[in-house]
């Protein structure tokens, strides 16, 4: 009896401790995945998560925005400096284009004047468009009735022929070199350099510089530089800081300008801008400053080829006193080409 009741307890010894060895072989992989290294592995797994999650909200939310709002801005620029004619679309033209415009300006202290300006740009063929002939006549008249004022007007006018290679263009950054003709009284030929570069300062702004450096054989060096800060205020006003600096050898001192803009979209056929701005020339020695308020209103007359403009402003200048001198003026402008 005592061997029976020894062997049934020898069996409960073994069943226990077999048991205990399963309860341990189940208990310790679960241990195991509870242990630190593998919390560390889930948190590691949920940061993983979520940074995708942001990416993903990134790219299909915010990133399509901000491109929509950022493409939405340089179009809306665009189309306000190729409504008013910009010159810096005159100066950076790659294609083949034609403007011509003919107007009149009457004010109080300077009667009734004329002006005219042919403007062209030719792309040459097989050149990828980086070699174009460029052409600039600007003519200004003091009386539209006296043919002979509008004959002379001509004769001392300097129209200038180039032709011009682009040497760089990246996304943002233009350089251009060329040679031409300065004709009229005393034709000299000059060579030029300009460079431009534009930066994005957000969503909704943009700051812009250039510098352009000419020597003519007679008139000697010149350079422009310039500066243009951009933002949008609300859907349909633009606004603009353009600072200028102006230098030429065989002048006395410099010529700095600025110009505070604001633009307003009426529609895709008519803008509307406002612009206060002053003029120092021969400056340090300025005795001819002149500071003006004005709003030009510009308008597609036929489609995009033909424009008509309205201005009207209050000058003031320093050689009348700084007393008010109001004028208004009206411009036609055909255009031929590339319009766009």
């Given at each position: 009896m005592r061997t029976g009741k020894a062997d049934r307890w020898r069996r409960r010894v073994v069943v226990l401790a077999g048991g205990g060895i399963l309860l341990c072989g189940m208990l310790v992989p679960g241990m195991v995945r509870a242990g630190p290294e593998t919390a560390t592995g889930?948190?590691?797994?949920?940061?993983?998560?979520?940074r995708r999650g942001v990416d993903w909200a990134f790219?299909?939310?915010?990133t399509p925005t901000q491109s929509m709002i950022s493409s939405n801005f340089v179009a809306f620029a665009e189309r306000c400096d190729r409504m008013?004619?910009?010159?810096?679309?005159i100066e950076e033209a790659d294609v083949s284009?034609?403007?011509i415009g003919v107007g009149?300006?009457?004010s109080r202290f300077n009667g009734q004047g004329f002006q005219s300006r042919s403007r062209a740009s030719l792309a040459l063929p097989r050149t990828r468009n980086r070699v174009a002939f460029f052409w600039?006549?600007?003519t200004e008249g003091d009386d539209i009735t006296d043919r002979h004022d509008i004959s002379e007007a001509y004769e001392k006018s300097n129209p200038d022929a180039e032709l011009r290679i682009q040497l760089m263009e990246a996304e943002r950054f233009w350089l251009t070199a060329g040679g031409g003709v300065r004709l009229g009284s005393g034709a000299q030929p000059y060579l030029r350099l300009r460079g431009s570069r534009n930066f994005s300062l957000g969503e909704e702004s943009s700051f812009y510089i250039a510098q352009t450096a000419r020597y003519f054989s007679l008139d000697r060096a010149m350079t422009t530089s310039e500066m243009r800060l951009t933002w949008i205020v609300s859907n349909d006003w633009l606004m603009r800081v353009r600072p200028a600096l102006?230098?030429?050898e065989k002048k006395p001192g410099y010529e700095p300008s600025l110009t505070l803009s604001a633009w307003r979209g009426l529609g895709r056929q008519r803008a509307l801008r406002f612009d206060l701005g002053a003029n120092w020339p021969a400056t340090p020695h300025c005795r001819e400053s002149l500071y003006y308020l004005q709003a030009?209103?510009?308008r597609e007359l036929r489609h995009d080829w033909l424009l008509g403009e309205l201005q009207a402003g209050v000058a003031f200048p320093e050689t009348e006193s700084f007393r008010p001198d109001p004028y208004v003026g009206i411009m036609f402008e055909l255009m031929f080409g590339d319009v766009k």
């Open positions: 889930e948190k590691a797994s949920i940061v993983e998560n979520g790219e299909t939310l915010f008013f004619g910009d010159e810096r679309l284009r034609l403007i009149v300006r009457t600039d006549h600007m102006d230098w030429a030009t209103l510009r």
